[in-house]
């Protein structure tokens, strides 16, 4: 059994990245240390022990906060249909969920009928099912110092980066120099914060470059 703290669980739209438009539950898991300074979950970065609370408290929590509860795979799947979800896509984020193992909850799901996919930074191992569809959306040089792994980047089924200005795109082209190959791999722009001049760049970029764009469209329409 695998230890799980988990911030969020909904039932929504995947919003971002190739698979934007699948009805997804998704799974939000407490803890961070990257420290990149637009992000837009920052109560997902410290996991404290007086935050620890019941699963209804946090599925039921109306708004942002730093509780969490504390979970396991099985139990997870059990409160899937407590909940009356019928999504059958599983997306695991955070926070960083690759701090965790996440090899038996990935496992579990898809030997359920679940599909998974994983959002994360590349910052930490990559541990989960060889079914699930990877997300890295590379952090490059945060506060936390972390170095985005070469392991990650071969791993990803999808790498959606997120950018403000053409610094961003520059790096992202040197960190994709150390990737074998991109072959059958999606490339995603995503602006930040959903700055005008991000998303112009972005999609010139897109169209140059023949990547997607990958825009937060919960956002845009007003889901979580
Ligand atoms: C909150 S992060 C959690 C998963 C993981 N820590 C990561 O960074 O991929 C989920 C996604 O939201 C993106 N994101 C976070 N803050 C954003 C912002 N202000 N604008 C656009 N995308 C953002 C991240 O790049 C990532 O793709
Ligand atoms: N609808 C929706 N789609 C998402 N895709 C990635 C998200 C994330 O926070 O990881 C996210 C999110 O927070 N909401
Ligand atoms: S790695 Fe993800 S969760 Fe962590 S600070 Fe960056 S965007 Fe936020
Ligand atoms: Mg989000």
């Not at 929504?12 to 438009?21: K, L, S």
């Not at 970065?45 to 935050?51: F, G, Q």
């Not at 952090?139 to 392991?151: A, P, R, T, W």
């Amino acid at each position: 059994m695998s230890t799980l703290n988990i911030n969020e669980m909904f039932e929504t739209i995947q919003g971002e990245g190739a698979h934007t438009g699948i009805p997804s539950i998704f799974v939000r898991l407490q803890g961070c240390p990257v420290g990149c300074p637009w992000c837009d979950t920052k109560h997902t970065w410290e996991i404290k022990a007086d935050l620890s609370v019941t699963p209804e408290a946090v599925i039921n929590k109306g708004q942002e906060s730093e509780t969490y509860f504390i979970s396991d795979e099985a139990a997870l799947l059990a409160q899937f249909s407590i909940e009356g979800y019928v999504a059958k896509h599983v997306v695991i984020t955070g926070g960083e969920p690759c701090m965790y193992d996440l090899r038996p909850l990935t496992k579990l799901l898809h030997d359920n009928g679940y599909s998974t996919q994983i959002e994360t930074s590349g910052t930490f191992e990559v541990l989960c099912d060889p079914r699930t569809y990877v997300t890295v959306s590379p952090k490059i040089n945060m506060k936390g110092g972390y170095d985005v792994l070469v392991s990650a980047l071969e791993r990803a089924n999808e790498i959606k980066h997120p950018i403000a200005m053409q610094k961003h795109i520059d790096e992202l082209d040197a960190l994709l120099t150390n990737v074998s190959s991109l072959e059958g791999k999606q490339v995603c722009l995503q602006p930040i914060s959903q700055q005008k001049r991000a998303t112009e760049l972005a999609v010139k970029t897109c169209i140059e470059r023949n990547w997607r764009l990958s825009l937060q469209t919960h956002k845009y329409i007003g889901i979580e």
